[in-house]
C-alpha cells in the first residue's frame, strides 16, 4: 500500500461523498433515526437505524450493507436510499458500516459483516426489532457481504438470517469470469472496476458467490439495472441457479436504470420509483417469511 495510492483512494472517497451525499433534499420524515455502533470483528463499527411511520413494533428488520467496491461508500452516501427503503418497506432498516479496503485488506469486510449481524441479532429487541425476523441486504460489494455473511451465519445458526435483499450485487471478482462476458452489459467497464478492487483488496482470494452457495440461501429478492449496469448478467446466472435451488425468490431488472442507481434519487425520478417498488417488495418479503412465531 503506497501513499499515493492511499492519497488517490482518499480523494476518489471525497469525490463520491460531494456527489452521493445529502443530496437528496425531498425525503420522507421518519418515526425514528438513531446513530450508534455496534460491534465489528477488530471493533466498533458505526450504524443508523432507520424506523419508519408506522413500523410494527416489535417487527421485521433488515441489516444493510453499503456498496463501493469494497473501497468507497459510507453511511451517508446510501443514507438517501436507506431513508426511502425503509419508508415504502413499512419495516426497520439498520444501515451498518465495515472497514474499507486498501487499510484492511479482504477477508476484514465480510468478517465485519458477520460480526456485526451476530451482534445486532442478539440485541434486536432494543432496536424495536423480533431476534427472529431479520434479514440482511446491501447492493454491489455490499450485496457481495450479504450473500457470504447470510451463507455464513445460517451455517451457524439455522434460519438466523430469514431473507437477503440483494441490488445489482457484485457476486464474483473472479477475472476468467469477467474477461468471458466483455460484450454484455457495460462488462468492459466493469472488469476494470473489478481490477481495481481485486488490487484494493490486497487478495486474490475473494471466492466467487456464483455456483457456491444458491442452495442454504434464503427466499431472496434479486435486483438489478439494465445494459449499464455490469453486474446485471451474474444477477441473472444469480437467478438462474436460485431456480434449480428451489429457492423462493422475487427478482426485477429495471432496464432503463444504470449500476449504482439508489444513489440517484436527487436526480432521477426512475430511480426513486424503483426504490419505492423495492421497498414494497422488501416489506412483503420480510413480513411474509416472519409471519410465523
Request: charged share 20%.
Amino acid at each position: 500500500m503506497t501513499s499515493e495510492n492511499l492519497k488517490g483512494v482518499a480523494r476518489a472517497r471525497k469525490a463520491v461523498d460531494f456527489m452521493l451525499s445529502r443530496r437528496d433534499r425531498a425525503l420522507p420524515l421518519l418515526a425514528e433515526l438513531r446513530n450508534f455502533s455496534v460491534e465489528g470483528a477488530a471493533g466498533p463499527l458505526a450504524a443508523r437505524l432507520y424506523v419508519p411511520q408506522g413500523a410494527e413494533t416489535p417487527g421485521p428488520m433488515l441489516v444493510f450493507f453499503h456498496g463501493g467496491g469494497f473501497v468507497l461508500g459510507d453511511l451517508e452516501t446510501h443514507d438517501a436510499f436507506c431513508v426511502r427503503l425503509a419508508d415504502a418497506a413499512k419495516v426497520r432498516v439498520l444501515a451498518c458500516r465495515y472497514r474499507l479496503a486498501p487499510e484492511a485488506a479482504y477477508p476484514a469486510q465480510l468478517e465485519d459483516a458477520v460480526a456485526a449481524f451476530r451482534w445486532i441479532a442478539a440485541r434486536a429487541e432494543t432496536f424495536g426489532a423480533r431476534p427472529d425476523a431479520l434479514a440482511i441486504g446491501g447492493d454491489s460489494a455490499g450485496g457481495y457481504l450479504a450473500v457470504a455473511a447470510t451463507a455464513r451465519v445460517n451455517a451457524e445458526t439455522p434460519d438466523a438470517v430469514k431473507a437477503q435483499v440483494l441490488v445489482y450485487p457484485l457476486l464474483t471478482l473472479d477475472d476468467d469470469i469477467w474477461a468471458s462476458s466483455l460484450l454484455q452489459d457495460a462488462r468492459i467497464v466493469g472488469r476494470l472496476a473489478v481490477q481495481f478492487i481485486r488490487a484494493q483488496l490486497a487478495t486474490t482470494e475473494a471466492p466467487s458467490l456464483l455456483g457456491t452457495l444458491t442452495e442454504r440461501a434464503p427466499p431472496t429478492l434479486l435486483v438489478a439495472g439494465g445494459p449499464l449496469d455490469p453486474c446485471r448478467p451474474d444477477a441473472l446466472t444469480y437467478a438462474r441457479e436460485l431456480t434449480a435451488a428451489g429457492v423462493d425468490f422475487e427478482e426485477r431488472y429495471y432496464t432503463a436504470l444504470p449500476h449504482g442507481f439508489i444513489n440517484l434519487t436527487h436526480v432521477s425520478a426512475p430511480a426513486r420509483e424503483a426504490i419505492a417498488e423495492i421497498g414494497g417488495l422488501t416489506g412483503e418479503l420480510l413480513r411474509r417469511v416472519t409471519s410465523g412465531r
